[in-house]
């Protein structure tokens, strides 16, 4: 049975799974879904069309799945997807999708997304991420698992930030940052291999190795894009690395950062 502050406003419509907790002040309109075991804090306020995993909790005065900020959304019923285990703190704004992109925002498992922070419009984010506070995401950006945006990183619209990358306090990412690297500054360039976080994530030295590799293919040699990303496919020795960085940078369409 969920346990409701008598102060909070949750419509009958609402969808709340067994031990749901709201707090004081909130609101969850008639179209939202919270999963099992959620926790909402004090003054949270959860949109129609929103759903929001088993285990998540969210605190206080955050903005959940309300109107993308959009010039042309004209009030379709998109949709914002909270995964399960997420934690999700104070004053963070998650907004739906549209209708002109991919109708959906979507915020994986397991992810830990600090004080105000901002995820636009049509974003789609995996699992084991983590944002330091401010982190902000602009519309139709892409984070793979893993990924660490530091405090008050930017990112641009239709930008991806890869798998395992880390990325400085206030780096400003107007293009791609691939898989696997440290990325700093504004505008946001690349600092080498993410040695620490592979170790810490159990990587080989190996794979770690061969990743460095590739970056000096990519950054530190004198090829063109392609020759690049070609000579970094021939670095692959039952690496499963390597391809998802190959892929990565052959499907980048904004270019890398540089």
Do not use: W
């Amino acid at each position: 049975m969920a346990r409701i502050h008598p102060s909070a406003i949750v419509d009958p419509g609402a969808q709340l799974g067994d031990g749901v907790e709201v707090g004081a002040f909130s609101i969850i309109e008639k179209e939202a879904v919270i999963g099992d075991h959620a926790r909402i804090g004090p003054h949270v306020v959860i949109r129609n069309h929103s759903v929001v995993g088993a285990h998540t909790r969210i605190f206080q005065f955050c903005s959940i799945g309300d109107e993308p900020q959009h010039q042309d959304y004209a009030g379709e019923p998109t949709r914002l997807l909270i995964g399960e285990h997420n934690t999700i703190r104070e004053y963070c704004t998650l907004n739906r999708g549209t209708a002109a992109g991919l109708g959906v925002t979507r915020l994986g498992d397991h992810n830990l997304i600090m004080a105000y922070a901002h995820i636009a419009h049509d974003c789609i984010l995996g699992d084991h991420i983590i944002f330091a506070n401010g982190a902000s995401l602009a519309g139709h950006v892409e984070v793979g698992d893993h990924a660490i945006l530091g405090g008050f990183t930017l990112v641009h619209q239709h930008c991806n930030i890869g798998a395992h990358c880390i990325t400085g306090i206030g780096a400003v990412c107007l293009q791609d940052v691939p898989p696997y690297i440290i990325a700093a500054g504004n505008t946001a360039a690349p600092f080498g291999v993410n040695v620490k976080g592979l170790r810490r994530r159990r990587f080989s030295e190996p794979a770690i190795s061969v990743l460095k590799r590739a970056y000096r293919l990519l950054y530190r040699s004198n090829l063109d894009f392609q020759s690049a990303i070609d000579a970094i496919g021939n670095l692959d020795g039952g690496s499963a690395e390597i391809p998802v960085l190959c892929d990565f940078l052959r499907r980048s369409t904004r270019g890398i950062i540089r």
